[in-house]
């Protein structure tokens, strides 16, 4: 049987280490190929490397893990992605999942899940831990923000007036109370406050 071939991305050469002797320690699993960005990964691919699965970080020096799995699903269909990171908010998982990844698991695995994982994506199925699931239930149930009631989102999470979110986004002052009613509504927040809580905590922004 042809062994597992992993496409290790992320720009940590620590954290590469870490994951190539894991794998290289496991039977019937061989690294590929390392990426240290988007580019490098891109190349790799269209050098014709053949990869089954590839692990991708969601923040990288050059753009985003969620670009990399675009890529996949356009060019790459073969290579299953399995995305690993310490960002885990809801909007990240939701974006991730929207673009095709298998697995979405956080840096703080254990090797003996991270192998599981590995396996089960490789086989054709998929693998999203109890924690990662609920996020993906909540996104899936919740109605989703606009732009528009993202950028007035994080403006109530920086503590700015309705005046101030106007002015940042061009917008009248009427406009942003409509705005904000919305994102509370959406959110199931009671109040500014609770929502500017709610944004941090499940990744709608980042201050």
Known sequence: MN???ILIIDDHVVVR?????YIEAEEGMLVAG???SLEEAGQLLTEGVVIDVAIIDLRL???SGIDLLRLLA??????RGLILSVNAGENDVMAAVEAGTCGYLSKSVERHELIDAIRHIAEGGSYFPAAIQRKIDAGH???KLTDRERGVLEGIARGRSNKEIG???GIADITVRQHVSAVLRKLGAQD???AALLAVREGHVRL
């Not at 356009?74 to 290579?79: A, I, K, N, Y």
């Open 3 to 5: 062994p597992i071939r």
């Open 17 to 21: 280490s870490g994951l190539v002797a």
């Open 34 to 36: 390392e990426a240290s």
């Open 61 to 63: 020096p050059d753009g």
């Open 74 to 79: 356009e060019q790459h269909p073969g290579v």
């Open 141 to 143: 149930a919740r109605p």
């Open 167 to 169: 002015e940042s986004l």
């Open 192 to 194: 500014r406050t609770q």
